[in-house]
């Protein structure tokens, strides 16, 4: 049975940092891509970074470029997300996903509608 399993979500205030991690179980680690999304109440579900766990390629939404981190840990079957310079506006519930990946991984991979399998989400709220 796949499951995702994000943690590391909390209440930071604006400027502030947060490292969600994302912990995978019942597929072959090294041949799915995981992706990072969000969902703010009223508001569509966000693709904001991806990485390939075979190469370690990512990418990464222009929301979060240049303040997220995202990057894998193969042996602990973990993505980690690194969050710095929090804003009010990245309050949201976050969410892993996975995917089986190939050489075709690019930019497309932050589309929800490409994963296959989700975790449960965790709230991470930023405060001005």
């Known amino acids: 049975e796949v499951q995702l399993v994000e943690s590391g979500g909390g209440s930071v205030q604006a400027g502030g940092s947060l490292r969600l991690s994302c912990t995978a179980s019942g597929f072959t680690f090294d041949d799915y891509a995981i992706g990072w999304f969000r969902q703010a109440p009223g508001k569509e579900r966000e693709g904001i970074s991806c990485?390939?766990?075979?190469?370690?390629?990512?990418y990464y939404s222009d929301s979060v470029k240049g303040r997220f981190t995202i990057s894998s840990d193969n042996a602990k079957n973990t993505v980690y997300l690194q969050m710095n310079s929090l804003k009010p506006e990245d309050t949201a519930v976050y969410y892993c996903?996975?995917?089986?990946?190939?050489?075709?991984?690019?930019?497309?991979?932050?589309?929800?509608?490409?994963?296959?399998?989700w975790g449960q989400g965790t709230q991470v709220t930023v405060s001005s």
């Open positions: 990485i390939n766990n075979s190469d370690g390629r990512t």
């Open positions: 996903a996975a995917r089986v990946t190939g050489p075709l991984f690019n930019s497309w991979f932050l589309n929800k509608h490409l994963y296959d399998y």
